[in-house]
């Protein structure tokens, strides 16, 4: 039963009618999100962990600044602004959020008919993600206003590193002589780690907009699997471009869990990597640099690399940040990202090839894969 408090909350933002009914949506993981139901539209209700992001004004105002400049891009080529971008509801007085009693309330329409997935389970999924994500940055590619940092140093591998370092320092649960052969793994690729972040620090890898948490679940599809908007623009922030690639790829292509205990379930799909690649690229290879396209499957590596030592990290310091279900959950996290960026190694090869043959000079860069597109 949804707390009687959550109605007093509700009043405070500008819907269209009164509320008729609020019901939760989802576990919670990070934020506490719910339904609003009025006479006449629903709404997202959430309450922002201020843990997780320290400075929820500055978070809403990215998302503001973001959601304004995308709306004008989709009106302007005659689209649907309220479907095809996220859309903030303000408050009664034109506040972004409420606060009450050191909790940040914000709210957004919702979508009606729209659907999400979990899992790239099909080539043409894997496909429109791709188109999703890729066209979410391109019509971001002439944004040029900072936005400000709301998780200080997310995806800056030098600030990870200043991280680890105090952990090895610290060994605050007494767990680091357990796991040498895993602290290896992390310093055996320090360096080469660090020359890839070195090019974004240099410019060599411009600073776009980056959405930060590109799973498939963060992407609105309309009943025919057509992409209609990227939501969860929580992290919205300023970084390279990459990092949201090399996201995605982590999570769409490994075929085994997250937290797989049977590592032999778990490697990269190479053919899953061709279809998202493919999709991304059709819509934002044109606004990528030379450098960017070069570095662009590296990108993966990358992130999984800092995600095998982010949960590597916390197991050490005695599971402080993510959330576990038993003592070696962060352990065996880490291992099963390894085993995935071990075959993301082992095929970098063939994904370079793949991304160079997309973007080929031909200027045919998704013709392979027009089969996959909304009459297939």
């Keep these: 039963m949804v707390d009687k408090h959550l109605?007093?909350?509700?009043q405070h933002f500008a819907f269209d009618a009164p509320v008729r009914e609020i019901t939760a949506l989802g576990e919670g993981y990070i934020n506490d999100t719910?339904?609003?139901?009025?006479?006449?539209?629903?709404?997202?209700l959430q309450r922002k962990n201020h843990n997780i992001f320290p400075d929820v004004p500055a978070m809403m105002d990215n998302i503001a600044r973001v959601t304004a400049h995308l709306k004008a891009k989709v009106a302007a080529a005659g689209g649907?602004?309220?479907?095809?971008?996220?859309?903030?509801?303000?408050?009664?007085?034109?506040?972004?959020?409420?606060?009450?009693?050191g909790n940040y309330?914000?709210?957004?329409?919702?979508?009606?008919?729209?659907?999400?997935?979990?899992?790239?389970?099909?080539?043409?999924?894997?496909?429109?993600?791709?188109?999703?994500?890729?066209?979410?940055?391109?019509?971001?590619?002439?944004?040029?206003?900072?936005?400000?940092?709301?998780?200080?140093?997310?995806?800056?591998?030098?600030?990870?590193?200043?991280?680890?370092?105090?952990?090895?320092?610290?060994?605050?649960?007494?767990?680091k002589e357990t796991v040498t052969e895993e602290i290896e793994w992390i310093e055996s690729r320090r360096a080469q780690m660090l020359t890839f972040w070195e090019m974004v620090e240099r410019?060599?890898?411009?600073?776009?907009?980056?959405?930060?948490?590109?799973?498939?679940?963060?992407?609105?599809?309309?009943?025919?699997?057509?992409?209609?908007?990227?939501?969860?623009?929580?992290?919205?922030?300023?970084?390279?471009?990459?990092?949201d690639f090399g996201d995605a790829i982590r999570s769409y292509t490994n075929t085994g869990a997250e937290d797989d205990s049977d590592l032999s379930r778990v490697a990269m799909n190479i053919e899953t990597f061709r279809h998202y690649t493919a999709g991304y690229l059709a819509e934002c290879g044109s606004t990528m640099t030379r450098n960017e396209r070069e570095w662009l499957a590296f990108s993966a590596l990358y992130i999984t690399y800092e995600q095998v030592l982010r949960f590597l990290m916390d197991y050490i310091d005695g599971d402080t940040y993510y959330k576990?279900?038993?003592?070696?959950?962060?352990?065996?996290?880490?291992?099963?990202?390894?085993?995935?960026?071990?075959?993301?190694?082992?095929?970098?090869?063939?994904?370079?090839?793949i991304v160079k043959e997309l973007l080929s000079s031909s200027g045919e860069i998704y013709r392979p894969l027009n089969h996959l597109t909304a009459d297939a």
């Design 105 to 175: 309330w914000a709210a957004s329409l919702y979508i009606e008919g729209s659907v999400t997935h979990d899992v790239a389970d099909t080539p043409r999924l894997a496909y429109m993600g791709g188109r999703g994500i890729g066209r979410f940055q391109a019509m971001l590619a002439d944004f040029n206003e900072p936005l400000k940092e709301v998780i200080k140093g997310f995806h800056n591998i030098r600030w990870r590193f200043e991280q680890w370092d105090r952990s090895l320092a610290a060994n605050r649960a007494g767990r």
């Design 203 to 243: 410019g060599i890898l411009p600073t776009r907009i980056t959405h930060n948490d590109t799973k498939l679940s963060n992407i609105l599809f309309d009943q025919n699997d057509e992409v209609l908007c990227v939501i969860d623009l929580d992290t919205v922030m300023s970084s390279t471009s990459l990092n």
């Design 324 to 353: 576990t279900a038993y003592p070696t959950h962060n352990l065996v996290r880490a291992r099963a990202q390894y085993k995935l960026l071990q075959s993301m190694e082992e095929q970098y090869d063939t994904m370079q090839a």
């Design 80 to 101: 649907d602004p309220e479907r095809e971008v996220l859309t903030v509801v303000r408050t009664r007085e034109g506040a972004l959020y409420h606060s009450e009693g």
């Design 34 to 44: 719910y339904i609003v139901i009025t006479e006449r539209s629903r709404y997202i």
């Design 7 to 10: 109605y007093d909350i509700a």
